[in-house]
T-cell receptor
Framework: EDQVTQSPEALRLQEGESSSLNCSYTVSGLRGLFWYRQDPGKGPEFLFTLYSAGEEKEKERLKATLTKKESFLHITAPKPEDSATYLCAVQALRTDKLIFGTGTRLQVFP | DAGVIQSPRHEVTEMGQEVTLRCKPISGHDYLFWYRQTMMRGLELLIYFNNNVPIDDSGMPEDRFSAKMPNASFSTLKIQPSEPRDSAVYFC??????????FGDGTRLSIL
């Protein structure tokens, strides 16, 4: 069964304190791994898609990496506006469905 | 550029009543997805459509739930009769083939 586990559940960082969020997955053939950001009262907002082990993508202070078993979302020198829940999802081959993890709630305080 | 539009944003109703949630996907998107989000279970796919045809409804909890997509610009998710355990945030998302899904801002449903 395809499965996604995210850790930690919650993370508190001081502004400027870099850290990483983890997404471990099992899937019967990976078509893509997705990272989304969700703000309170809003829908998930797409950040990145990764397709194969070794791939990396960057956007401002965020960098996503992928191995055969997990993905990391690295946050460099975070700011309070980076506070949100970060969701990871996988899509298996031959399907259009996404399987989501339960997310990491990130708080960055000044 | 309009995103996915969902209505209503909030719905409070009594147990046993019929609830209808509405979604307008992004114009031109072939795929439409309905999700439910709760604290305990996170974001779960209920059903998705391709070109207005339901493809996979294996996530629909039970017969009380039904979804339709009468045309490319409109979909509904109906719960009849509603129960307190149906309380959650329901999201609609749409996408092009092999492209990321774009989500609406959801409907927060409370069943008393």
């Amino acid at each position: 069964e395809d499965q996604v586990t995210q850790s930690p559940e919650a993370l508190r960082l001081q502004e400027g304190e870099s850290s990483s969020l983890n997404c471990s997955y099992t899937v019967s053939g990976l078509r893509g791994l997705f990272w989304y950001r969700q703000d309170p009262g809003k829908g998930p907002e797409f950040l990145f898609t990764l397709y194969s082990a070794g791939e990396e993508k960057e956007k401002e202070r965020l960098k996503a990496t992928l191995t055969k078993k997990e993905s990391f979302l690295h946050i460099t020198a975070p700011k309070p506006e980076d506070s949100a829940t970060y969701l990871c999802a996988v899509q298996a081959l031959r399907t259009d469905k996404l399987i989501f993890g339960t997310g990491t709630r990130l708080q960055v305080f000044p | 550029d309009a995103g996915v539009i969902q209505s209503p944003r909030h719905e409070v109703t009594e147990m046993g009543q019929e609830v209808t949630l509405r979604c307008k996907p992004i114009s031109g998107h072939d795929y439409l997805f309905w999700y439910r989000q709760t604290m305990m279970r996170g974001l779960e796919l209920l059903i998705y459509f391709n070109n207005n045809v339901p493809i996979d409804d294996s996530g629909m909890p039970e017969d009380r739930f039904s979804a339709k997509m009468p045309n490319a610009s409109f979909s509904t998710l109906k719960i009849q009769p509603s129960e307190p355990r149906d309380s959650a945030v329901y999201f609609c998302a749409s996408s092009l083939p092999n492209q990321p899904q774009h989500f609406g801002d959801g409907t927060r449903l409370s069943i008393l």
